[in-house]
């Protein structure tokens, strides 16, 4: 059987059952190890009982976290992975603000390891970056993360040591507020993963061969044909013309996909049903942490109504929504209220469309409700590409123009603010094509924002294939393949911090980065530049720092900042929304505020696994003048 054949039987199943709702049923006939998340003799996973917060008293704590490789009962198959505490993922970390955190990670394994506390202010040697903050842990050694806990919210911990993520290594994080900031009579974790049975290294080896490998959603000359009738002849070749320059599809929405991978609720699979319990008349407090390695997903529960009052651990005004988006990292805690009398489905579909992970909230067990079938696939627009669409309409463009998109100069352009939407307006329904993204030809430009910046001559190198003519206001569009959905959506430009923040200053120094790739070759940077070909971005102590990201891909990159949080400019005045991680939309350019007061070096990557290893991936330095080697 070949690589493309594998375990494709299996998913056929369990998808055509999740269209028809008949995975709940199927539940009831599975052994009681994997309705409950045991699995006889081997690794736990974050069943019921585990994934529920325990609270209780203000403590300090200390935990030991000890690191094997073990056989695990994981997404309908045995496998080799690296657990924590013999479990995966591994077990909640339950700190409390105020007190203290003694951490200790044993090695077990037969290769050096490594523990990130991904959104944790700590001292940057006990960050968990090899290479980066300290030079990693061997096996048998034991290293001792020990910080007084100075934040608030729902954070996780995961391997930044090659690709150990994606194979188990990750668990949530609980920090409880000092002030009881928010009520809640129950709380659960909700872990999502990213499962797959290949070697990593070779699923990497793949993607640089071939970086479209796990794409099955290629258009075809019947897809054409559907175009042209809908778009006619001219509009519809310009439009593969225009992709054809790019060489990418207009499917190319994840690099990895469902062909290869199960996506996973708290460690089960979808047919095992993680269930969370309620009792009448309780709010029930979610904290969604995406703990993939290369998965988008969008989170609803239907027929329930979510109110966001948490991202990225920090508190926000209450939004409430139907719906989000949440990228590789990103974590957002939400309330709800479910009636006493009924079940209801989490699901957790991957932005691409090709699977979802699934669980049920209850009030008992052996309840279930109807499974959603999978949403059409999304496809990308000429607004992903970059183009600008007020010089040219999509039927007069040709191969000259195409080539030519991203050459045009932009002098002044840094400090450009941001004119994002103040509200995020319902889109109109289009019949039978609601819920779809159109394909190319501009359909989705009334709903794209504003053009902030025009992109200057610098092409970035090898290192970037091609470069966003234009650079968008995205912060009010809604995630990709949510923009025609008939219900409420979360965007970015809704998150309002509770409080206002506490450095009002201007930043005396802006940083602009652009985000760059070359699918042909699966290279990944910024500014066109590698990892081990760069320098160390220096943001001086105490300054206040404008960082400007624009992306110049075509897909979304998920961008990390270790150490210090960022503040997101939405047009929220004194309240912007603070965030570790900012999914940044492709031809966007986000502009977010740091005061550098936590010195040392830190990461700063896209959080796609795959992507950082293949270059995306940056040091910054926060030091005084003269004081650099210290650090």
């Not at 917060?53 to 009962?73: L, S, W």
């Not at 509200?423 to 709903?447: D, I, L, V």
């Not at 290279?523 to 206040?544: A, H, L, N, Q």
């Amino acid at each position: 059987m070949s690589d493309r054949t594998h375990d494709s039987d299996r998913r056929r199943l369990l998808r055509a059952m999740g269209a028809t709702g008949l995975l709940a049923g199927f539940n009831a006939l599975l052994p009681a190890y994997a309705r409950n998340g045991m699995a006889g003799g081997m690794a736990r996973h974050l069943d019921t009982a585990a994934a529920q917060v325990p609270g209780g008293a203000a403590r300090d704590v200390v935990m030991d976290f000890h690191i094997r490789r073990e056989t695990i009962d994981i997404a309908g198959g045995n496998a080799s992975a690296i657990t924590i505490n013999r479990s995966t993922p591994g077990p909640i970390l339950e700190l409390w603000e105020g007190k203290n955190a003694l951490l200790r990670v044993h090695n077990h394994l037969e290769e050096s390891t490594s523990i990130h506390w991904h959104g944790i202010l700590l001292p940057f040697r006990m960050d968990g970056v090899p290479g980066v903050a300290f030079p990693g842990i061997e096996p048998g050694d034991t290293f001792v993360a020990n910080f007084p806990v100075r934040q608030y919210g729902t954070y996780w911990y995961h391997s930044h040591t090659g690709v150990q993520e994606q194979v188990g290594q990750t668990g949530p994080i609980v920090i409880h507020s000092a002030e009881d900031r928010i009520q809640a009579d129950r709380e659960y974790v909700i872990v999502l993963n990213d499962w797959t049975f290949e070697d990593p290294h070779r699923l990497l080896a793949k993607l640089k061969e071939m970086p479209d490998y796990y794409n099955f959603s290629r258009r075809t000359m019947t897809d054409l044909v559907q175009d042209i009738s809908q778009a006619g002849f001219k509009k519809a070749m310009n439009d593969r013309l225009a992709w054809g320059n790019m060489r990418m599809s207009p499917r190319d929405i994840a690099d990895v996909t469902g062909y290869t991978y199960t996506y996973l609720m708290n460690g089960m699979h979808p047919e095992a049903n993680w269930t969370g319990l309620f009792s009448a008349g309780e709010k029930v407090r979610l904290r969604v942490i995406n703990a993939s390695s290369m998965t988008y997903f969008n989170f609803r529960i239907p027929g329930l109504p979510m109110t966001v009052v948490a991202a990225d651990g920090q508190n926000v005004e209450p939004v409430e929504t139907d719906e989000f988006q949440i990228a590789v990292a990103e974590t957002f805690d939400v309330i709800v209220q479910p009636d006493a009398s009924t079940a209801y489905t989490l699901m957790a579909e991957s932005m691409d469309r090709s699977g979802y992970a699934q669980g049920t909230l209850a009030p008992r067990l052996g309840m279930s409700a109807p499974v959603p079938a999978l949403r059409a696939q999304p496809q990308r627009t000429m607004v992903d590409m970059g183009m600008d669409m007020s010089k040219m309409g999509m039927g007069d463009m040709n191969k000259k123009e195409m080539s030519q998109m991203s050459h045009q100069g932009r002098p002044g352009m840094v400090d450009m603010p941001h004119k994002a939407h103040e509200k995020n307006a319902m889109p109109p329904k289009h019949g039978a094509m609601a819920g779809m993204s159109m394909a190319g030809t501009g359909a989705m430009m009334e709903r794209s924002g504003p053009v902030v910046a025009h992109h200057g001559p610098d092409k970035h190198g090898p290192g970037n294939l091609t470069i966003a003519k234009v650079e968008r206001d995205r912060l009010a569009e809604r995630g990709t393949g949510l923009e025609g959905v008939d219900h409420r959506v979360l965007t970015y430009s809704q998150l309002r911090n509770v409080v206002p923040m506490q450095d009002r200053r201007e930043p005396s120094k802006t940083i602009e980065i652009h985000l760059t790739g070359n699918m042909d070759r699966y290279m990944w940077s910024f500014d066109g530049v590698e990892y081990s070909d760069s320098t160390p971005i220096e943001f001086p102590y105490g300054e206040r720092i404008r960082l400007i990201m624009v992306n110049d891909t075509m897909m979304e990159h998920p961008m990390h900042l270790h150490g210090m949080f960022m503040e997101l400019e939405n047009k929220q005045g004194e309240h912007l929304p603070f965030k570790h991680t900012i999914s940044v939309l492709p031809g966007s350019r986000v502009s977010l505020l740091v005061t550098a007061d936590e010195p040392g070096r830190w990461a700063f990557h896209c959080h796609l696994l795959y992507h950082m290893e293949r270059g995306m991936f940056r040091v910054v330095r926060v030091s005084n003048i003269g004081e650099k080697d210290n650090v």
